[in-house]
């Protein structure tokens, strides 16, 4: 996939960013909306744990109401913004 949401993390990360703002804009800021983003896909060329770092460093400015990050082993971070 090209541009504005292939090659580099912070494309592929655009396409997240973008659906839950859209839904955001949607259903307004009442209703709770969430993503839970696997971290490490644990094959050669997956996402890996620090892709899981730089998508919550990331999504602190996000507008979603609660997110979960997850490893194939461990829960990597939880957050949940008061309402």
């Known amino acids: 996939m090209d541009a504005p949401y292939g090659g580099s993390l912070d494309n592929r990360l655009r396409l997240t960013f973008d659906v839950l703002a859209a839904i955001r804009k949607r259903v307004g800021s009442r209703f709770i909306v969430g993503v ?3 971290a490490d896909e644990v094959i ?33 971070q939880t957050r949940a913004l008061p309402m």
């Open 36 to 38: 839970r983003y696997t």
């Open 44 to 76: 050669a060329g997956g996402l890996t744990r620090r892709t899981a770092l730089t998508f919550r460093d990331v999504s602190k400015k996000a507008e979603w109401s609660t997110s979960s990050i997850l490893s194939a082993d461990t829960l990597i």
